[in-house]
């Protein structure tokens, strides 16, 4: 999922500050359950929540992964840390240590008699370079599990959000869209809103196909 605004300053707050990376996103996740993977698991630090699990934060992240998993229809498994230990690294479960995956996901979602195949597996993160806000805090964790590790536009391809950034330079550089008015921020807002199912309208909505 990305955030529908890269703007200075902006924190997502709502269910709809969200979209999916791309529309990619659903059906390659579907394609893994059905035909190669047998579990596709989210790893989120989530350190923001440890003094409220049941929170207005935590409640959005809830909703989040609710969200995801009802357009994908596939079952998600979601692990999340709430607690970084700054003093204690090799304790904490934040990423990039590999605790979430060695204390939580194999003892409690593993089989004996069928043991992963981290050889098969991979992970995709968006912190991906040590200069990064995050501190390529993904890339760190699977190399520390020793899994394939790709960014979301080497998996998915460009995200909505390049591919809307593409279209207004576009325009720009043709000086509009053959005299056309470029569409409005708002309304690729309210379309990604409902295509991704979390529209809540406080009015009534004029919907227009052509």
Known sequence: MKWISDSPGFWPSQLA????????????????????????????NQGGIQGAHTGKK????????????????????????TKSLKKYKEKSFH???????????????????HPFDVSTSFF???????????????????????????????????????????RVTLDQQLGGNDGLPITPSTALDTRNALMGGYLQPKGPILLLLS
Do not use: C
Request: aromatic letters at 12%.
């Open 17 to 44: 500050h969200y979209e999916l990376w791309n529309d990619n996103v659903i059906t390659k996740m579907r394609h893994l359950y059905d035909e190669e993977h047998r579990l596709l698991v989210i790893f989120t």
């Open 58 to 81: 935590a409640t959005l992240i809830k909703s989040l992964l609710d969200w995801l998993e009802s357009i994908i229809q596939r079952p998600l498994i979601a692990i999340a840390s």
């Open 95 to 113: 990423k990039p240590t590999s605790n979430m995956w060695k204390k939580i996901f194999v003892p409690y979602f593993g089989k004996k008699s």
């Open 124 to 166: 995709v993160g968006d912190s991906a370079d040590e200069t990064d806000p995050q501190g390529g805090v993904d890339r760190k964790f699977a190399d520390s599990i020793g899994l394939a590790f790709y960014e979301p536009q080497e998996y998915f391809g460009p995200s909505n959000q390049e591919i809307r950034q593409r």
